[in-house]
């Protein structure tokens, strides 16, 4: 019962940010120095055209009014049609969503096959000279900038040893290399994190008791205090899940893959005042829902979070 | 004279095509290329598409009532058969092509012809085009909301349709030729209503065959088109979202066939000296100007030697090779390949002692402070600390002001914001073949409003009563008159020097070698990148 009110508590909660969100993201646009209706009528337009089109977009109203009117219409489900492009934000999001998803996908997995091994091992080796090399390696993938990493494996695994498509979207092929990208820059966050919650957990008295019980070191590393020390990381899935999904502009633009971010920046471009809010809409209900997820899982992991 | 040459190639071209069918004959029909875009493709609605990669593809999806000889200016029928002018210049008379067929089978006929200039002047279709029809008449009272049809437009039989206008003007048949009055059928229209851009439905070489948002778009040849023969090619596929570098590399191992964002410049120099692509990138004019605005409202440009010593001053060799020579020098507003070009003119030649003596005559011999704008997209930075350096030579301190496109195209729209705008990024492409295009929006009263795009705010009463007289010369017989009086039109322009022009940037185009068809149609001034309907693959000949 309590945790349903949780739950619900958490859920109402989201609704406000939500709100919030949509209502920043509306005056942001706004705020941008620039005529969206002046991008959209292109060089050779009249005033008449301009004054026109503007009306017919009912960018003429009174920003209060015009907000009221997308939030009554949200309300109804309807996201807007695209300024440029014409179309229902909904199907162009809607058409973006299985590449994003695939990329999240395939991003979390090398992310963390990449980062939980190489923090246990760190932490293992705490001090040493492996420990020094995989924190070298991990701050190497943490600031090596996504499109030289990204042209760099297209170069080497695609052109050079012929290995993967060379950019693209359709096959499982096409999403190894943008994942692994991916998977170089937040693996070395992970491994980062998880080597310190390690630390921090193989200090504590159970585990001295473990090793005192006689247990052999990997089972002390992998099986007690990995239960406790992957916690954190299981938080950041969550805050990963969200960033994902506000799509990963470069490497999506390097490796041409079709999703969320490309949409995003391409209507950042020419002030697509519906796509933007669409897109940041998706992008705030999915760090609501990512967390709200490893809000959930967290519990099952650890007993002592589970409310009673 | 250069002029001359050109239309006498023009015709014999189109000579060449139509008296000697066996050249075209011997191209056999077939197979299928791929074209890399990097941004993703809006709409194909073209009252609406107005954008890079829209643009040439909805030339080949619809049709007009005319078009260009392929790979030139010059003006030909196409939907229409043929058209006769009143003396006045105000009543056209179109006879239509018999048996044209949209993509759904239905025949063309003078009422689509109406019903489609109708939808693009008609406010609710947003079309950023409706201006351009300003002449015909009832043009008004339907951008007023009053009606939905346009009074000057008369559906005289199936295959008949006049135009009257409310001035004569010299541009009406290269509207005609632009996408915005490309015939669309109304039921295809009604039934997707504003998705139709998604599903385009035309008389053009091509239809579409498959969509994939953000992905990918399939067009398939038209087997009933209008021109027999043509197209050649069977299938045309473009890859969306591919980012130059990785198109240059796919194309260079033979997975694509056109770069439709061009040479990535990152690549260019290596790309250009390697023998193995001489072949394969041809180099073209483009009907493209980058200039620098002065806003001859805002001091101190409101003085004429202040904006003539800005000429002089800078360094336009220098600026091209930071773009790689991918450009010639400008000297005035029209480029090279525009008709009305002036051969003859210098311009003001780079000479920094000058500039620093007219300014000193000016009052400023001690030089200013000013702000020059710029898109904060390379080569452009570049481009304007280029200038900023040779700006400085004479004493001007020019603040550099790297904004983002929407930004600075608002600042140089205010009177008051922008002193100097360097327009990389931004650039005037023309819209249509003519020299009239290069002044209303950017050089004529007109565009210097507040949103405008004549940054300079220069307005030139004198040249504007000049080019009004100009654009009502309508008959055959005065054009050469007309295309002197533009070409003085810039020149008196340039004595004012509200911009100096820095380059004019070439095209090239890279092809695999499985894409055949002459040169021409790989530059052509009216088809962007490639003319689609006329090239072929070369690996089934």
Redesign the interface.
């Known amino acids: 019962m309590s945790t349903l009110k949780m739950l619900i508590k958490r859920l109402a909660a989201s609704g406000a940010i939500i709100i919030g969100i949509t209502m920043i993201a509306f005056l942001l646009s706004f705020l941008i120095p620039a005529d969206p209706v002046r991008m959209l009528a292109g060089r050779s337009a009249t005033q008449e055209t301009v004054e026109s089109i503007r009306h017919e977009l009912g960018l003429d109203q009174p920003l209060p009014v015009q907000y009221i009117k997308y939030l009554n219409r949200l309300a109804h489900g309807d996201l807007g049609r695209s300024y440029k492009q014409k179309t229902e934000v909904a199907t162009l999001i809607w058409s973006r969503l299985p590449a994003t998803l695939w990329l999240m996908a395939g991003a979390i997995f090398f992310e963390l096959l990449i980062g939980i091994p190489a923090g246990i091992y760190a932490s293992a080796k705490r001090g040493q000279r492996g420990d020094k090399t995989a924190m070298v390696l991990s701050f190497i993938g943490v600031s090596a900038p996504q499109f030289v990493v990204g042209l760099l494996l297209l170069y080497v695994f695609a052109n050079l040893l012929n290995l993967f498509p060379l950019g693209g979207y359709g096959s499982f092929l096409h999403l190894v290399l943008p994942a692994v990208t991916l998977g170089i820059t937040g693996g070395g966050w992970y491994s980062r994190m998880m080597r310190s919650s390690m630390i921090d957990v193989l200090q504590q008295d159970y585990i001295r008791t473990a090793r005192a019980k006689g247990l052999g070191e990997p089972k002390v590393v992998l099986v007690h205090a990995l239960r406790n020390a992957v916690l954190p990381v299981i938080a950041m899935i969550g805050l990963d899940i969200g960033f994902f999904m506000n799509g990963a502009v470069v490497v999506e633009s390097v490796f041409g893959w079709p999703g969320i971010g490309q949409l995003a920046w391409q209507a950042i471009q020419v002030i697509d005042i519906p796509v933007i809010m669409g897109v940041t809409l998706v992008a705030a209900l999915s760090i609501v829902i990512g967390n709200f997820l490893a809000d959930l899982v967290m519990p099952l992991i650890d007993p002592r979070l589970r409310v009673r | 004279m250069r002029r001359n040459l050109l239309t006498l190639f023009a015709v014999l071209a189109l000579a060449l095509m139509v008296g000697t069918p066996v050249m075209a004959a011997d191209i056999k029909p077939g197979g299928s290329i791929v074209i890399?875009y990097?941004?993703?493709v809006?709409?194909l609605?073209p009252a609406?598409g107005?954008?890079w990669q829209n643009w040439s593809m909805i030339k080949s999806i619809f049709s007009g009532l005319m078009d260009y000889v392929p790979g030139t200016t010059e003006l030909i029928p196409d939907l229409a058969e043929s058209y006769v002018v009143s003396d006045d210049g105000m009543h056209y008379t179109f006879k239509l092509r018999k048996g044209v067929k949209f993509h759904n089978g239905r025949e063309l006929k003078a009422a689509d012809v109406k019903y489609t200039l109708d939808r693009t002047c008609n406010?609710?279709t947003?079309?950023?085009?409706?201006?351009?029809y300003?002449m015909i008449k009832g043009f008004d009272e339907i951008?007023a909301g009053k009606t939905e049809t346009l009074a000057g437009i008369e559906v005289v039989d199936d295959y008949t349709i006049k135009f009257e206008l409310s001035r004569p003007d010299a541009t009406f048949l290269h509207v005609l030729a632009l996408n915005f009055g490309f015939v669309v059928p109304k039921e295809a229209v009604e039934k997707w209503g504003?998705?139709f851009?998604?599903h385009p439905v035309g008389t053009g070489a091509y239809s579409l065959k498959e969509w994939?948002?953000?992905?990918r778009i399939e067009w398939a040849r038209n087997p009933s088109y209008h021109h027999q023969g043509k197209p050649y090619l069977d299938t045309i596929v473009f890859?969306?979202?591919?980012?130059p570098?990785?198109a240059l590399?796919?194309l260079q191992?033979g997975?694509v066939d056109i770069l439709g964002d061009g040479i990535p410049p990152a690549r260019f120099v290596a790309i250009m000296k390697d023998a193995k692509y001489k072949d394969m990138i041809v180099e073209g004019g483009q009907l493209h100007t980058g200039y620098v605005t002065m806003n001859v409202k805002m001091k101190p440009f409101d003085n004429v030697k202040v904006r003539q010593a800005v000429n002089m001053a800078i360094n336009k060799e220098r600026v091209v090779k930071i773009i790689n020579n991918r450009a010639v020098v400008a000297n005035q507003p029209l480029p090279p390949a525009m008709p009305g070009y002036d051969n003859d003119y210098q311009g003001y030649a780079y000479d920094p002692a000058k500039a620093k003596a007219l300014l000193a005559e000016a009052g400023y011999a001690d030089g200013f402070e000013t702000e020059l704008y710029c898109m904060n997209v390379d080569p452009n930075p570049r481009i304007a600390q280029s200038i900023q350096q040779d700006l400085a030579e004479i004493g001007i301190k020019a603040d550099l002001k790297n904004q983002?496109?929407?930004?600075v195209?608002?600042?140089g729209?205010e009177p008051d914001q922008a002193p100097m705008i360097w327009s990389g990024g931004m650039a005037?492409i023309a819209?249509f073949p003519d020299p009239s295009n290069f002044y209303?929006?950017?050089l004529g009263c007109?565009g210097a409003?507040k949103?405008?795009?004549n940054w300079a705010w220069y307005c030139n009463e004198e040249l504007e009563q000049k080019a009004v007289g100009a654009d009502s010369m309508t008959s055959a017989d005065q054009q050469a008159e007309r295309l002197e009086i533009w070409r003085s039109i810039y020149i008196d322009i340039m004595k004012d020097a509200p911009w100096a022009p820095i380059f004019n940037e070439q095209r090239f185009t890279m092809h695999s070698e499985k894409v055949g068809g002459k040169d021409a149609y790989f530059v052509d001034p009216v088809h962007i990148p490639i003319n689609y309907e006329n090239v072929y693959d070369a690996t089934i000949q």
């Open positions: 890399t990097k941004d993703d809006s709409t609605d609406i107005y954008d406010p609710k947003q079309s950023p085009g409706a201006g351009f300003a951008t504003q998705d851009g998604k994939v948002l953000g992905n890859e969306i979202g591919q980012e570098t990785v590399l796919r191992r997975e983002s496109q929407a930004t195209i608002a600042a729209g005037w819209d209303g929006p950017i007109g409003v949103g405008g795009w």
